[in-house]
């Protein structure tokens, strides 16, 4: 079955960057696009972006643009989502959703997500 | 950016009740709409796509419905695991994706 692994929880200084991972099992990672969405403490569900696993090509969110990077490694089944110059409001679950193998941007399968905390 | 409305915030409910679930574009989105499930300290589920298909394992108490800019996720009978927020998705205009502030669903 499909199975989305994320690495564990990271504690960071404001301006400092993460990189979260997450690991795909059970389908063929090339076929079907990902994304990463976070949610704040008690809030709703944001949209960070997209890579394509096939030739790594991505789209974020316009609010992201410029500190945000995905990328992945086929050899691993692994994608990357690294957030630099972190400030106290991207505290937060960070998840990666698969896509269907169209792509549709519905998110079907997700990972058990990733608590980033920036705190001084 | 398409920007989506969800009422109530907050639906307080019995099991065995209907819940009736709204959600609004700010614009057409066609029948581009998904709804999520999500319970405390879990990730989202998918629950419905392309306005009114129920995803994989998905129960037929649930149900989509809506076009353009106006949906609805009806619960028929609520069972004490269908207590979670719930959340609209769009994907007609994307990117970027934009969900929903989400509607809780809590035991009356």
């Known amino acids: 079955q499909v199975q989305l692994v994320q690495s564990g929880a990271e504690v960071k200084k404001p301006g400092a960057s993460v990189k979260v991972s997450c690991k795909a099992s059970g389908y063929t990672f090339t076929s079907y696009y990902m994304h990463w969405v976070r949610q704040a403490p008690g809030q709703g569900l944001e949209w960070v972006g997209i890579i394509n696993p096939s030739g790594g090509s991505t789209s974020y969110a316009q609010k992201f643009q410029g500190r945000v990077t995905m990328t992945r490694d086929t050899s691993t089944s692994t994608v990357y989502m690294e957030l630099s110059s972190l400030r106290s409001e991207d505290t937060a679950v960070y998840y990666c959703a698969r896509d269907t193998s169209v792509p549709s941007n519905y998110l079907t399968d997700w990972g058990q997500g990733t608590l980033v905390t920036v705190s001084s | 950016e398409i920007v989506l409305t969800q009422s109530p915030g907050t639906l307080s409910l019995s099991p065995g009740e209907r819940a009736t679930l709204s959600c609004r574009a700010s614009q057409s989105v066609s029948s581009y709409l998904a709804w999520y499930q999500q319970k405390p300290g879990q990730a989202p589920r998918l629950l419905i796509y392309?306005?009114?298909n129920r995803a994989t394992g998905i129960p037929d108490r649930f149900s989509g419905s809506g076009s353009g800019t106006d949906f609805t996720l009806t619960i028929s009978r609520l069972e004490p695991e269908d207590f979670a927020v719930y959340y609209c998705?769009?994907?007609?205009?994307?990117?970027?994706?934009?969900f929903g502030p989400g509607t809780k669903v809590d035991i009356k």
């Open positions: 998705q769009q994907y007609g205009n994307s990117p970027p994706l934009t």
């Open positions: 392309n306005t009114s």
